[in-house]
């Protein structure tokens, strides 16, 4: 079957902040694409819509106390100052992201989030607006449409893997839609920029660009693989130089103890920061191109029964033990083109969505606050700071190899969703990964 991996719900990937617990995971909107009238809206479109709708249908709900609605733009915190909906809360390129856009994502998840740590959510809300907002753009840009059939299409073939997996069967696409905080439309609209990045991909590579990449990459397409264990000394939430220092330390103490035959397995569950500790630090069978690159150089140049030297990547100090190996089998580039193709595309994917990001002129008009007892917070703040802030970074989002990739995948039931705290995760794992849908 063909694998198609799906954009990134850049809508969702800051509930990797809920799921892991870690900080780094009436008119349209200026911004909406091209569309005639309401039968000519394109998905963007119609998400806005419909979230303005919501907004609307809690105003009217004769159960909300008087104070409900305004506390969509107070946040848990209760202030009595409400915010313009309206307002700018970033400018993209010249043009504005409004607040009721990061209200409107911010009041489904709100109550999963402790209060003290949603201002965190809504930075990378925002940070994944934008990264979301200079995609419209360049699809726009480049005229690109994606007809509603064709996004109905690849919705419904995700209704079918949902009905065909024992573990999701007993549910809707809705329902697991509504669990991870968003729903069909902010599916559609996912599945809009995600069609148009392959459109787009699709005039611009070439099948020679593609036999160069066969070539060059043929370990993630013959099936070579490794079968290894590991030990992870985390490091993300470490910011002083005493911190590292002792980090990387323990890890030589560690390998010290390995050289002198202590037992992998013990020394993984005593010391492990990874998930893999409670098993010993097995992390199965591994193909190339599922690591981030410093820990599958390492893990595929170890011999068989041996145990690497200490290995950094972004996640942290790794020591590996390998205990199998399998060469790859013999391919050619027609037998896999597709897969070739696949992998490509995202790689060309997250380079396009980092210059993007790189050369988009973004003004960061707002900055959430910490939660205070005297007020709300965060975006809803009463008497939160405005401010134009340049040099606020643009970038947001969380897949694959730290980019926010609209090929990285929509985490679905059964993955380590969201990634970002869990080295297991789906997508922001030093084991890469992403989830996909197949058809």
């Not at 979301?132 to 007809?147: A, D, G, P, T």
């Not at 490091?235 to 992998?264: P, Q, S, V, W, Y």
Request: proline content about 4%; charged content about 25%.
């Amino acid at each position: 079957m063909k694998v198609r991996i799906i954009i990134t719900l850049i809508s969702f990937s800051f509930l990797g902040l809920l799921i892991n617990g870690c900080g780094d995971d009436g008119g349209q909107s200026p911004h909406a694409g091209v569309g005639g009238g309401a039968g000519d809206m394109n998905f963007e479109q119609q998400a806005l819509k419909k979230e303005q709708e919501d907004l609307a249908k809690l105003k009217a709900r004769q159960e909300y106390k008087p104070d409900d609605y305004a506390r969509i733009h107070q946040g848990v915190g209760g202030a009595t100052a409400t915010n313009d909906p309206n307002e700018a809360i970033a400018m993209v390129n010249g043009e504005p992201i409004l607040r009721l856009e990061l209200d409107a994502i911010l009041d489904k998840v709100k109550q999963k989030v402790s209060t003290k740590r949603l201002h965190l959510v809504e930075e990378k809300i925002i940070k994944d607006l934008v990264t979301q907002f200079v995609l419209k753009q360049f699809i726009r840009k480049e005229n690109i449409q994606i007809s509603p059939t064709r996004i109905e299409e690849e919705i419904n073939a995700f209704r079918e893997n949902i009905k065909n997996n024992p573990d999701t069967a007993d549910k809707s696409l809705e329902t697991l839609m509504e669990e991870q905080g968003g729903g069909i439309n902010e599916l559609r609209m996912a599945m809009d920029i995600s069609l148009s990045v392959d459109e787009y991909l699709n005039r611009t590579v070439s099948e020679e660009e593609m036999k160069k990449y066969f070539t060059e990459n043929i370990g993630i397409f013959n099936n070579e693989t490794v079968t290894a264990s590991h030990i992870l000394i985390d490091t993300r939430t470490i910011k002083d130089e005493e911190g590292l220092k002792k980090a990387k330390e323990d890890t030589e103490r560690i390998k010290k103890e390995l050289d002198n035959g202590a037992d992998f397995a013990k020394l993984a569950e005593e010391n492990s920061d990874c998930p893999s500790a409670k098993s010993g630090g097995e992390l199965g069978v591994i193909t190339r191109g599922q690591m981030v690159e410093e820990f599958e150089k390492t893990a595929f140049s170890t011999g068989v029964n041996s145990i690497s030297e200490p290995v950094k990547t972004k996640f942290g100090y790794h020591i590996i033990k390998i205990t199998d190996k399998q060469a790859g089998k013999d391919i050619t580039f027609e037998e896999t083109k597709e897969n070739v193709k696949l992998a490509l595309f995202n790689e060309k994917t997250m380079t396009l969505i980092q210059e993007l990001n790189d050369n988009a002129d973004v003004n960061i008009l707002y900055t959430p606050t910490p939660y205070a007892s005297t007020g709300g917070h965060g975006s809803m703040a009463h008497g939160s700071t405005m401010y134009g802030g340049p040099g606020a970074s643009p970038h947001g989002g969380s897949s694959g190899r730290g980019n926010p990739n609209p090929h990285a995948g929509m985490p679905m039931p059964g993955s380590s969703a969201y990634g970002g705290g869990d080295p297991h995760a789906s997508s922001g794992s030093p084991h890469g990964g992403a989830m996909s849908s197949t058809e």
